[in-house]
């Protein structure tokens, strides 16, 4: 089964840096991108970003360039989203998600069950 | 690059057939037929209902169909169902990036 799994809800003070994981498996990590996508609480959802673990080649929506650090360490098949300074603002449930990518068709599926990250001083 | 337009909330009574648009532009919906519908319970993660525009993955029901006509994509509900009640968003490719629409609400009354 094609799992991905992320890692527990954090709690943490403006200013300070954070790294959460989204780890693969049930299928060959370093041949599926791995997208991450914002939801703020009652709001939408927002894609971040997205990483191709076999060579580490990285897209960012214009939005999060700068923001976030998006990265993967594929040999323990995971998938990261890490901030170096955390802002109130960045309070939200962020997922991981795998992009199936077929000729010209691509969508992301399945998706992490989620990470809260909750920033308050 | 937007946000894709969807309806903030649509409704209907079981068995009834409901759409759901999702307008973009020539830069992402117009130019790939790529667009994929996700369905998210609250609290819960967003689950593939449509890919490819039009296809079902294994275990969606035959009642959700997905259609384009220009820079719109619709996902209709046919036969209504009260498990359908949820938040339903729409995503496309618009060339090394994504794009999700604003999601909306289904009601079933």
């Given at each position: 089964e094609v799992q991905l799994v992320q890692s527990g809800a954090e709690v943490k003070k403006p200013g300070e840096s954070l790294k959460i994981s989204c780890k693969g498996s049930?299928?060959?990590?370093?041949s599926y991108w791995i997208g991450w996508v914002r939801q703020m609480s009652g709001k939408g959802l927002e894609w971040m970003g997205i990483i191709?673990?076999?060579?580490?080649d990285t897209r960012y929506s214009p939005s999060f360039q700068g923001q976030v650090t998006i990265s993967a360490d594929k040999s323990i098949s995971t998938a990261y989203l890490q901030w170096s300074s955390l802002r109130a603002s960045d309070t939200a449930m962020y997922y991981c998600a795998r992009l199936e990518w077929v000729g010209e068709s691509n969508w992301f599926d399945p998706w992490g069950q989620g990470t809260l990250v909750t920033v308050s001083s | 690059q937007s946000a894709l337009t969807q309806p903030a909330s649509v409704s209907g009574s079981p068995g009834q057939s409901i759409t759901i648009s999702c307008t973009g532009t020539s830069s992402d919906v117009g130019s790939y037929n790529l667009v994929s519908w996700y369905q998210q319970y609250p609290g819960k993660a967003p689950k593939l209902m449509?890919?490819?525009?039009?296809k079902r993955p294994s275990?969606?029901?035959?009642?959700f169909s997905g259609s384009k006509s220009g820079n719109t994509a619709s996902l209709t509900i046919s036969?209504?169902?009260?498990?359908?009640e949820a938040d339903y968003y729409c995503c496309s490719y618009a060339g090394s990036l994504w794009v999700f629409g604003g999601g909306t609400k289904l009601t079933v009354l």
């Amino acid at each position: 089964e094609v799992q991905l799994v992320q890692s527990g809800a954090e709690v943490k003070k403006p200013g300070e840096s954070l790294k959460i994981s989204c780890k693969g498996s049930g299928y060959r990590f370093t041949s599926y991108w791995i997208g991450w996508v914002r939801q703020m609480s009652g709001k939408g959802l927002e894609w971040m970003g997205i990483i191709y673990p076999g060579d580490s080649d990285t897209r960012y929506s214009p939005s999060f360039q700068g923001q976030v650090t998006i990265s993967a360490d594929k040999s323990i098949s995971t998938a990261y989203l890490q901030w170096s300074s955390l802002r109130a603002s960045d309070t939200a449930m962020y997922y991981c998600a795998r992009l199936e990518w077929v000729g010209e068709s691509n969508w992301f599926d399945p998706w992490g069950q989620g990470t809260l990250v909750t920033v308050s001083s | 690059q937007s946000a894709l337009t969807q309806p903030a909330s649509v409704s209907g009574s079981p068995g009834q057939s409901i759409t759901i648009s999702c307008t973009g532009t020539s830069s992402d919906v117009g130019s790939y037929n790529l667009v994929s519908w996700y369905q998210q319970y609250p609290g819960k993660a967003p689950k593939l209902m449509i890919y490819e525009g039009n296809k079902r993955p294994s275990g969606v029901s035959n009642r959700f169909s997905g259609s384009k006509s220009g820079n719109t994509a619709s996902l209709t509900i046919s036969g209504l169902q009260a498990e359908d009640e949820a938040d339903y968003y729409c995503c496309s490719y618009a060339g090394s990036l994504w794009v999700f629409g604003g999601g909306t609400k289904l009601t079933v009354l």
